[in-house]
């Protein structure tokens, strides 16, 4: 099928506005749990003494770890280990031996300085550190090992809705507009429901023959004071495979 360039100018209305990071926020990354030999809960919760946490984002968190505003609930979880085939050459695991996975959050920090304190309670211990020790290309390690403290660059979500997304395209605008084409596949079972744990056999399956939704062309459009607005280019239920985003020389923005 040949593709067909789209002019999205004309949906603005229907647009849905967020925030992402700006040039100026800061970004951190803090790794729970690096010496732990069992499933430890390191949930917790996260302050700054000047500036402002815009948010907090779990980084390998999965299904029961959830982040609630400026606290969180996680813990340390062995690796999952591959199924063999042969089990005569597995050897015997002891509690305390499986290899683990940490944990952590990203903090995402806005109108701070180098001598902005951050604050971190854990059931494991509380500490802090301060913005200026953690250049970008340093660890900073808390807990005696247990936890590593990096900078990152600051981010934030160009989309929050339990669909799929994927296949970005960008381009920028001479008075500093980013658009971002990208697309989003809406699935039959949501993504939270796909993976959870089954502690007893369903009852029924139906609810796992729910059909998808299929691929939708979505343009987010970032001004230069981070205000991102989110505009739908195509209707749902196609199958798209990838985008690409132009602007041509009156300035309007193509995605195709």
């Given at each position: ?14 647009g ?16 729970l ?28 968190f999965?299904?029961?770890d959830?982040v609630?505003?400026?606290?969180w ?18 050897p ?19 109108e ?5 304190i ?28 247990a936890?590593?403290i990096?900078?990152t ?19 920028v605008h001479s008075?500093?507009t ?40 979505w ?5 230069p ?8 280019v ?12 132009s602007?041509?020389?009156d300035g309007?923005a193509?995605?195709?």
């Amino acid at each position: 099928m040949k593709p067909k360039p789209l002019l999205f100018a004309a949906a603005l209305a229907t647009g849905i506005t967020s925030q992402l990071a700006l040039a100026e926020d800061i970004g951190v990354r803090i790794r729970l749990g690096i010496s732990d030999k069992t499933n430890t809960v390191w949930s917790g919760s996260a302050e700054v003494n000047s500036g402002k946490i815009e948010s907090i984002t779990g980084w390998r968190f999965e299904f029961s770890d959830v982040v609630n505003g400026l606290s969180w609930k996680a813990e340390t979880r062995s690796l999952t280990v591959r199924r063999s085939s042969n089990a005569k050459k597995r050897p015997n695991k002891k509690d305390g031996d499986e290899p683990m996975a940490d944990n952590g959050v990203i903090l995402h920090l806005s109108e701070v300085t180098g001598n902005s304190i951050v604050k971190v309670k854990t059931a494991k211990g509380d500490f802090e550190f301060a913005l200026n020790e953690i250049p970008y290309g340093k660890v900073v390690e808390k807990l005696e090992g247990a936890v590593d403290i990096e900078r990152t660059a600051a981010t934030g979500p160009l989309a929050t809705e339990s669909t799929d997304d994927d296949y970005p395209s960008l381009t920028v605008h001479s008075d500093g507009t980013i658009y971002t084409g990208f697309v989003s596949f809406t699935p039959g079972i949501d993504r939270n429901e796909r993976s959870k744990d089954w502690t007893e056999a369903p009852k029924e399956f139906g609810s796992l023959a729910k059909l998808p939704g299929g691929d939708r062309v979505w343009l987010a459009i970032t001004r230069p004071d981070g205000k991102t607005e989110k505009v739908p280019v195509t209707e749902g239920g196609g199958d798209v495979y990838k985008t690409a985003v132009s602007i041509d020389g009156d300035g309007r923005a193509w995605v195709v």
